[in-house]
């Protein structure tokens, strides 16, 4: 068990390019979670699986963002047309239905120029 | 609308005095309750948490008090060590409705040697 991973650990990219993040989660754990936190903000909540399912997301998730976990086991979160304001730390979770404990990863800090 | 905050940007003691970090809530349908602690460069990390069912729930030099009534939580750090200068999140859930956790902007805390 090595925590919740996320690649990259920082992107640079201009603006309208897309970017994709990787979050591998504890392999026992079936809730992923992705959040967002902005400079001197506490993280935002942007979506949540189950499994494999994308069951809840938040209005911050824009038509430029997706998100899938198509085996049920590692996630990613794609942004589209990326846009200065996109920048920001993002922020990956995961835990057990049975437990509140959250576990989060290092985060993929985006830098949008 | 912050349904979380915490009023404090920053907080500075001494080393081996008590450090107490607030927070204020005003969604009613919160009913647990999670303090996170986050280095630079670093994901949130774990600390406490409480229930709504408690008033108080205490893990070696940590203790996390709820009064419902004003809707306020805080946690105390007794006895402060420099180990413990970082970013401290007040977190809350709706356990019954949404799975997000709601965060607050942060409290630094600096322990002095």
């Known amino acids: 068990d090595t925590g919740v991973s996320q690649n990259p650990r920082h992107k640079i990219t201009k603006r309208g390019q897309n970017v994709t993040f990787r979050c591998d989660p504890i392999?026992?754990?079936?809730?992923l979670y992705w959040y967002r936190q902005t400079l001197g903000q506490g993280p935002e909540f942007l979506t949540y699986?189950?499994?494999?399912?994308?069951?809840?997301k938040s209005r911050l998730l824009s038509d430029r963002f997706s998100a899938e976990r198509p085996k049920g086991s590692f996630s990613t979160l794609e942004i589209q047309r990326t846009e200065q304001g996109d920048s920001a730390m993002y922020l990956c979770?995961?835990?057990?239905?049975?437990?509140?404990?959250?576990?989060f990863g290092s985060g993929t800090r985006l830098t949008v120029v | 609308d912050q349904q979380v905050k915490q009023n404090s940007p920053s907080l500075s003691v001494q080393e081996g005095r008590i450090s107490i970090l607030n927070c204020d809530y005003t969604?009613?349908?919160?009913?647990?309750f999670l303090w996170y602690k986050k280095y630079p460069a670093e994901g949130p990390t774990f600390l406490i948490s409480?229930?709504?069912?408690?008033d108080k729930n205490e893990d070696g030099r940590f203790t996390v008090f709820l009064n419902k009534s004003a809707k306020h939580l805080s946690l105390h750090i007794v006895p402060s060590q420099p180990g413990d200068s970082a970013v401290y999140f007040c977190?809350?859930?709706?356990?019954?409705?949404?799975?997000?956790?709601?965060f607050g902007k942060g409290t630094k805390l600096t322990v002095n040697p």
């Open positions: 699986f189950q499994n494999e399912a994308q069951l809840e």
């Open positions: 969604n009613s349908m919160f009913d647990y």
């Open positions: 977190a809350a859930s709706d356990e019954g409705g949404s799975e997000k956790l709601v």
């Open positions: 392999s026992e754990h079936n809730r």
């Open positions: 979770a995961s835990r057990l239905s049975s437990n509140y404990g959250y576990t």
């Open positions: 409480i229930s709504s069912i408690k």
